[in-house]
C-alpha cells in the first residue's frame, strides 16, 4: 500500500512538474513577442500609390490608379475644398478601381489614394504615403449634352411609290446611315442611351439613336441588315400582340400590314444585340370607344398590358402615338421599364427630360438629306412636317 502511494505521489510531482515547464516556456514566449514587438507588430508599409487618374462623367468619378508594393488594400481620400477626407477603404492589392456616384458635375473634387498593408497575426495595418492629387473636371463641350433620338415608322423598298411621310425607302435609310458614319457618327445602342441619359456613360458630341415604331416587318427585312453590314445600332419598338405569331416571309407587293415575330426578335438578340427589339405595349395601339388607350386606361389595365409583354423581355417603351398620362407613366415605371419615350413635340433629347417622356424626332420618309443632317447635327430639332 505504502509503496503504491509513494508511486502516486512521484507521478503528482512529476505532472506538476511538466504543467511547471509548460506555463514558463508560454511566459517566456509572451515575453519574447513582447520584447520584440510582435504583438504590436503593424503590416509591411506600402509604396506610395501612384498612376491615379479621375475620369469625369456628368454624375459619376472612376478613379484608377497603380497597384502599389506591399499594399493589402487602399484608402480613398476626397475633398472639395482642400481638406482630404477618407471616404472608402477598398480591399486587395490588385483592386485598383473606385467609382464614385451621386457626383455633381459642376464641382471640382479632388482625389487621393493611399496604400495599406495588413499584418495577418496581428491584424494591425500600415498605411503608405498619400498618391498625388488628381482633380476630376468634367468638360461639358467634349461630350454630348443633347441627342437626337430619330423616329422612324415602315420601310418599304425603294422601287415603291408612297405619300405617307410615316414611310421610308430602304434606300434613303441606307443614304442616311452611310452619311453617319462616313461623318464619324456614333448611333446609340438602347443601354447605352440609357447610361448617357442617367449620366454614367459620356458619348461624342456627335451621336443619335434610331427608333421604328409599330414593328412593321420590313424593319427587319430591310432595315435590320443595313445596321448590320454598316455596324450600326437601332430600336424596334414592337406591339406585343402582334409579335405573338412568326414573322412573314418579305413580299413586296404584299398591301396587307405584318410584324416582327418573337421568332426573328430572339434570334436577332443573339446575332447582333446592337439592334434591339422593345416595347411599343402589348395592345394599346387601337382607339378603345374612339380615345386612346394610353389616356383613358386605369392604372391596372395599363398594368395589366404591361404584364401581358413581360414574356418578351422588353426594358424600354414608345408610347403609341407618343400618347401618355400620368397613370400611364407610373404603371409604365412600377412595371420594370427603364425608360419610355414620346413621339412630338419633336425635340433633342436632354438629361433633364422626363425618364418616362424622353424626347424624339420625326424623321421623314420625304426629307431631304439637308434637313436630316441639320437635325443629326444640332441645328434643327423643332422639324415639323405637320403630318402625324
Ligand atoms: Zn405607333
Redo the contacts with the bound molecule.
Sequence with gaps: MSQARSINRQKRKQRRRIIGLVLCIIVCVLLFLLIFGVIRKDGPKPDQVTGLKADACYAQIELTWEPAKNASGYYIYASDDGHPQKVAEISGAENCKYTIDEYTYDREYQFQVSGYGYNRLTHRTNEGELSDKVTAIYEPDQHAQKIPVLAY?KVVPADETFSSSLLIADSTLEQQLTWLKDNGYKTLTMDEFYQWYKGKLEVPVKSCVYTF??GFYGVYHLAYPIFKRLDMAGTA?C?GKNTEGPTAAFDPNEEKDHYIGYDVIEKSRKEYPKFSFES?TYDM?NRVNGKKPALSFSYDQIMKDCEANAKFGFRYL?Y??GAYSETMQKAVKDSGYRMAFSYGPYKYATRDDNQFAVNRIKISGKMGMDSFIRIVSGEDEAYDIGVD
Design positions: 415608322h415604331d409599330d419598338f406591339i411599343h395601339h414608345a403609341p402615338w
